[in-house]
């Protein structure tokens, strides 16, 4: 069975055919796309499509809005328009057009003929009229429909392509970090199940299991040693105590561009700072769910860097 976002996704595509190919009449096409409106639209387009089933009022602000921008108003001063549902416009139209022909003057002659024919272009310009008025509403309506059709579409595929490139690069990650540290990969659950609870204890938790990732995380892949390493004219120590030094010799080592290592160090350097200091600081649950991610997404980049491209300068 489709999920719901398969299934708003293949909806959207179909109505931009419905549409483009003009395979439905308008009474089925406002219901298709209300289906779709359930799944995807805001409470204003389901009360302008609701009006486009049902017709128009001049009080309800909805109303008012797609009166005016489905070109409805005759007379905006006076309340004057088109307050029927598109079907009904549809309707009239055809109407419209077949009184056109039923109005031409064949058989008559002499004077009778000219009055006829007066008559009949008096007639014939107050239809054409009212069709153009009402072919423009109705185009303007199904482009107001496109346009909707086509934003779920385009945003379902968006947001479809990005799930699927991060459960791909995720899956990477969980790998690497299972194969590398695997002590990390145990911690990542408790910090999800605290950030669900949403309160400030759990939050304040939530942060210090993070620093404690990155904390397992460096003596994963660097593990403590005596000496300095010189890094940018810096001699870093790699006792216990310094994770983030350990960290930036890691990525010193597998990596030779200056900028990605800068950005690195700058990237952990704000992060640790952040986690640490929301343990006693406030940090709303959004900030918190957003530092995780970034933890995470940062111990994948640094998994991610592969072999030593630099020989390694510890000084004991």
Known sequence: ???????????????????????????????????????????????????????????????????????????????LGYYGPLAEIDGNLQTYKQRIEASRVDSLSGDALIGAIRTQ??????????????????????????TFVTNVYYERQFANVAETTFEQYKK????????????????????????????DEAISQALTTCRR????????IYPPTTGTYELG???LTLDASKHLNRINVYIAERTESKSRRDRLRQNISNLY??????????????????????????LGEVLHLGDVVKPETVVE
């Not at 049902?54 to 109303?63: A, H, I, L, P, Q």
């Not at 990477?172 to 910090?191: H, N, Q, R, W, Y």
């Not at 990732?213 to 994963?220: H, L, N, P, Q, R």
């Open 213 to 220: 990732i990155i904390e397992s995380f460096a003596d994963a």
């Open 121 to 146: 272009q008096t007639a014939q310009q107050a239809f054409a009229t009212a069709i153009a008025r009402m072919t423009r509403i109705r185009s303007t309506v199904l482009s107001l429909l496109h």
């Open 1 to 79: 069975m489709e999920s719901e976002a398969e299934h708003t996704l293949s909806l959207s595509r179909e109505l931009m055919d419905d549409i483009e190919l003009q395979r439905l009449d308008a009474d089925k096409l406002l219901l298709k796309c209300t289906r779709l409106a359930r799944l995807a639209g805001t409470d204003e387009v389901r009360t302008w499509l609701k009006h486009e089933m049902e017709g128009y009022n001049g009080t309800g602000g909805v109303s008012l809005k797609y009166m005016a921008a489905t070109g409805r108003w005759t007379n905006f001063k006076e309340k």
């Open 273 to 298: 700072g952040r986690v640490s200091a929301g343990v006693h600081a406030d940090v709303t649950a959004e900030e918190a769910f957003s530092l995780f991610l970034n933890v995470y997404m940062f």
């Open 172 to 199: 990477e990650v969980d790998s690497l970090i299972a194969t590398l540290a695997g002590s990390v990969l145990t911690k990542l659950p408790s910090v999800v199940a605290r950030l669900r609870e949403g309160d």
């Open 233 to 235: 004219g810096n001699q």
